[in-house]
């Protein structure tokens, strides 16, 4: 099996795959790890380490061949990042060896919880900086995210209120 989980930065998309690989003993791959080790293992990296949307086009080829790679070799696989976009996801959502979850922050939630957010960046990993967005930017990148899963049925979850029992959801989808 393959879980490939996105969302927008911040919605615990690590601390997920963590859990998850710690009930399935499945590896782990974090596409952050992946740009990162591009970036500093690459000469001459094409996109500057914000360039969300070249990244994601730049890596998702790889991404995608390693799922073929794990799907012919019957190997199970966490990928987790936010560059696994909805527009190039969609084209497993069919695919029974694949699960696909989204994690989204309603604007409530985020209203409501904006320092939050941005306390507990470092969980799972620890950043160098904050990559603190604008929270006006932040909603919209929220919405923007949940209409494309919409559009292109795909699995979500959009937290609203309390997102430790929330996020609950996203772990029972898996198991």
């Given at each position: 099996?393959?879980?490939?989980?996105?969302?927008?930065?911040?919605?615990?998309?690590?601390?997920?795959?963590?859990?998850?690989?710690?009930?399935?003993?499945?590896?782990?791959?974090?596409?952050?790890?992946?740009?990162?080790?591009?970036?500093?293992?690459?000469?001459?990296f094409p996109f500057k380490v914000?360039e969300d949307e070249k990244i994601?086009?730049?890596?998702?080829?790889?991404?995608?061949?390693?799922?073929?790679?794990?799907?012919?070799?019957?190997?199970?696989?966490?990928?987790?990042?936010?560059?696994?976009?909805?527009?190039?996801?969609?084209?497993?959502?069919?695919?029974?060896?694949?699960?696909?979850?989204?994690?989204?922050?309603?604007?409530?939630?985020?209203?409501?919880?904006?320092?939050?957010?941005?306390?507990?960046?470092?969980?799972?990993?620890?950043?160098?900086?904050?990559?603190?967005?604008?929270?006006?930017?932040?909603?919209?990148?929220?919405?923007?995210?949940k209409s494309q899963c919409e559009?292109?049925?795909?699995?979500?979850?959009?937290?609203?209120?309390?997102?430790?029992?929330?996020?609950?959801?996203?772990?029972?989808?898996?198991?």
């Amino acid at each position: 099996m393959i879980f490939l989980i996105s969302g927008e930065s911040h919605t615990g998309k690590t601390l997920l795959a963590q859990k998850l690989l710690e009930k399935f003993s499945y590896p782990y791959l974090s596409l952050d790890h992946l740009k990162m080790g591009l970036i500093k293992g690459m000469k001459d990296f094409p996109f500057k380490v914000d360039e969300d949307e070249k990244i994601a086009e730049f890596l998702f080829p790889i991404v995608d061949g390693i799922i073929q790679t794990c799907i012919e070799n019957k190997q199970n696989l966490i990928i987790e990042g936010i560059y696994l976009t909805s527009k190039r996801v969609q084209k497993f959502k069919n695919n029974s060896l694949i699960k696909i979850f989204y994690i989204i922050f309603s604007k409530e939630y985020i209203l409501q919880n904006y320092k939050l957010i941005y306390q507990k960046e470092n969980i799972i990993e620890t950043r160098l900086t904050s990559e603190k967005e604008n929270i006006n930017i932040l909603i919209s990148n929220h919405q923007y995210l949940k209409s494309q899963c919409e559009n292109f049925n795909l699995p979500f979850l959009e937290i609203k209120k309390d997102y430790e029992i929330e996020i609950q959801k996203a772990f029972e989808f898996f198991v």
